[in-house]
């Protein structure tokens, strides 16, 4: 992940609710010593849903103040990913282009 180019993530999930496998599993995901050691600014909040029928939400913010918001009860781990990924990818390919 270009998890550089990321500056918040907010993901709200009801832990017992199946439909949350998504969202727990991109938790994981971005919460590793690895994507701190790229990013140690990165804020990554979680907010554990009561309701175990309440839909997930991921929401990012990335560096250039663009916002994303998915129901991730609706999208495999992969689509997430690559979701996430492809606004990074670009940011990142223009910090690329202008340190060149």
Known sequence: MFM???TEIKVALAPFNAASKSSRLFLNQVNTNGARKVNPTIKI???????????????????????????ADKMKINTILQ??????????EIERANNW
Do not use: C, F
């Open 45 to 71: 909040s979680t907010n554990i849903l009561s309701d175990p029928a309440a839909p997930s939400h991921i929401n990012v913010v990335y560096r250039d103040g663009q916002k994303l918001s998915l129901e």
């Open 83 to 92: 979701t996430v990924n492809k606004h990074a990818k670009k940011l990142e």
């Open 4 to 6: 550089k180019q990321i």
